[in-house]
């Protein structure tokens, strides 16, 4: 678990944008990662004596962080200029990923409007075909109905005219008969 507590004290010291100083140098943040001989090697060589870690973070999210090894002290005045830098990347990198998810956004906008616009279209031409046939046969039930009047009225002149017919022939024929 040695490991685990360490890899914890780490992201720890990422938190809220400040400069973090880790105890025990290169060697305590890689132990259990490398062997300590090289690890013990490798910060003789370098000269470290010193390790600090800062993370950039921009409301609540945390978008990475880096760890600083040096052979001296970091100062006052160069923590200030570290955070800051540290407050600027955090910064940049939420605004890029805000631009991102804009342009995701604006994009997706784009193609849904874009399909709205073709079922717009489509169920317009749809509507003007029905409409237009519902046009004709309304035209033709028009003319159906008009045909229809003149029948009737053709009917009723003939049916008058056969009424006339017979009563002229029944007239007719009890002449005879009386």
């Known amino acids: ?4 507590e360490k890899t914890k004290l780490i992201l ?3 938190e809220n944008n400040r400069l973090h100083k880790i105890p025990g140098g290169l060697h305590e943040v890689v132990s259990g990662t490398i062997s300590n001989e090289n690890c013990l090697e490798l910060e003789k060589l370098l000269g470290i004596k010193h390790v600090y870690a ?19 002290l970091i100062g006052s005045d160069d ?12 910064l940049n990198i939420h605004r890029r990923t805000i631009e991102k998810d804009l342009r995701i956004s604006e994009d997706r906008y784009k193609k849904l409007n ?27 039930r028009i003319q159906a109905e008009e045909s229809l009047k003149e029948s009737e009225a053709l ?4 049916n008058a005219t056969k009424d006339k017919f017979f009563n002229i022939v029944a007239h007719d024929l009890k002449n005879p008969f009386t």
């Open 12 to 14: 720890n010291s990422f």
């Open 54 to 72: 800062i993370g950039f973070l921009q409301h609540r999210i945390f978008y990475g962080g880096f760890l600083i090894f040096t052979q001296n």
């Open 1 to 4: 678990f040695p490991v685990i």
């Open 114 to 140: 874009k399909d709205l616009e073709q079922k717009v279209w489509e169920r317009t031409s749809d509507l003007e075909l029905v409409n237009s046939q519902l046009q004709k046969e309304l035209a033709d």
């Open 155 to 158: 009917l009723k002149d003939l």
């Open 79 to 90: 923590i200030h200029v570290v955070e800051t830098i540290s407050n600027q990347t955090a």
